[in-house]
Every structure is written in structure tokens, then in C-alpha cells.
């Protein structure tokens, strides 16, 4: 079992709908959730972080985390074209290092 | 410019041949990191420093590479006798003591042919 997994996608929306993002971690010691967006050639750039169970949002940007679930959404309202990357979800498991998924690629068409 | 910042951002070389790439973290962050990316995956740990210190190599740094943080600052990572399996996009991040987000560098896409 892969430490944090993603789905690959694509996962398609179109613009203005609401896009979903799931991640499942193995490691229960985890301390921090990360969403970083990398667009084709890029670097990833973070989104937002969350560490306590429950939502969290940032304009468009919603974070949830389930500890007891293992589990970390990321919702991305009134998607935009622009908004179509690869979406990388990341675990702090306390020991300094951030341990990614493969990412899910989103697609938000016009 | 501010931010994380990586040299060269391309670099192509010939199988067997050694490079060096540099990373100049965001100023007075003392922990730095060096990730991978191979195409279709996510950033794979490689190694981190706090200050000058390295704390943390991933089994993945083979006797090949080597990192090096000599005055806390600037961070060097060399690749000797490439492969091709070395191809890929190294990563650099920083962050400090006090926040939790660390922010990643442009990266330096590496080709070995």
C-alpha cells in the first residue's frame, strides 16, 4: 500500500462546478496535509495546509481532513479553465519530509 | 526575487558524465530539501538540511549523489557517473523553523542521453 494515494484522473468538470479531490494516507502519525497544484512543466506551487480535522477554506479553496478516516479532500468551487493541473495532496509524517501522491490531474472545460 | 531559487532550470548531459545543480533557499529559512520527480509521479524525497546540518537521506540517494549545505545558506547537489534513470525534475524547497508550508524552487529539469 502506497503511502498516500491519489487518483490519477483525469477528473473533468466543467467550468463553474464544483471540483472534488480525494487522498487516502496509511501513516495514523501524520501530522499535516498539503495541496500543491503543478501545472504541466512546473514547479508545485502550495494551495493550502491543514492539520485539524474539519474544513478549511481559502476563497475557492476548501481543505477537509479526517483523521479517523485518513482521508483529506480538497474542493475547488466555480472552477476556472485555469484551475486544470495536476493536484498534489502531501503528509507531513513528522519526520521533516513531505511523502506525495502521484497527484490527480483535473481538467475544467469552458 | 524572494523566492526559492534553482541553477541551472535545464540541463543536459551524456550518460557518465557528473552534474551539479544549486539551490538558493528563501533567505533565513534553516530547513532546506531536495525532491525528485520522475514524469506521472508526485516529488519523491531525497534528502534535507537544517542549517548545515543533513539530517535525513532517503534510500533513494544512491552512493552517486551527494548534497551539501557548507555554510547553511546555498545547497549543492551533485549526480557523478549519470544514468539515464537519473532523468528527471530535482526539486529544491525551504521552509523555517515556525511555519509549516515549505515552498518549492523552479526546479532543474535533468536529461541524460
Known amino acids: 500500500q502506497k503511502e498516500v494515494e491519489q487518483n490519477s484522473g483525469p477528473l473533468s468538470v466543467p467550468e463553474g462546478a464544483i471540483a472534488s479531490l480525494n487522498c487516502t494516507y496509511s501513516?495514523?502519525?501524520?501530522?499535516?496535509f498539503f495541496w500543491y497544484r503543478q501545472y504541466s512543466g512546473k514547479s508545485p506551487e502550495l494551495i493550502m495546509f491543514?492539520?485539524?480535522?474539519g474544513d478549511k477554506e481559502d476563497g475557492r479553496f476548501t481543505a477537509q481532513l479526517n483523521k479517523a478516516s485518513q482521508y483529506v479532500s480538497l474542493l475547488i468551487r466555480d472552477s476556472q479553465p485555469s484551475d486544470s493541473a495536476t493536484y498534489l495532496c502531501a503528509v507531513n509524517t513528522g519526520f521533516q519530509k513531505l511523502v506525495f501522491g502521484t497527484g490527480t490531474r483535473l481538467l475544467v472545460s469552458p | 526575487d524572494t523566492g526559492v531559487s534553482q541553477d541551472p532550470r535545464h540541463k543536459i548531459t551524456k550518460r557518465g558524465q557528473n552534474v551539479t545543480f544549486r539551490c538558493d533557499p528563501i533567505s533565513e529559512h534553516n530547513r532546506l530539501y531536495w525532491y525528485r520527480q520522475t514524469l506521472g509521479q508526485g516529488p519523491e524525497f531525497l534528502t534535507y538540511?537544517?542549517?548545515?546540518?543533513?539530517?535525513?537521506k532517503s534510500r533513494l540517494l544512491s552512493d552517486r549523489f551527494s548534497a551539501e549545505r557548507p555554510k547553511g545558506s546555498f545547497s549543492t547537489l551533485e549526480i557523478q557517473r549519470t544514468e539515464q534513470g537519473d532523468s528527471a525534475m530535482y526539486l529544491c524547497?525551504?521552509?523555517?523553523?515556525?511555519?509549516?508550508?515549505?515552498?518549492f524552487g523552479q526546479g532543474t529539469r535533468l536529461t541524460v542521453v
Open positions: 491543514i492539520y485539524s480535522n
Open positions: 538540511f537544517q542549517n548545515e546540518a543533513q539530517l535525513e
Open positions: 501513516d495514523r502519525g501524520s501530522q499535516s
Open positions: 524547497a525551504s521552509k523555517n523553523l515556525v511555519n509549516t508550508e515549505a515552498f
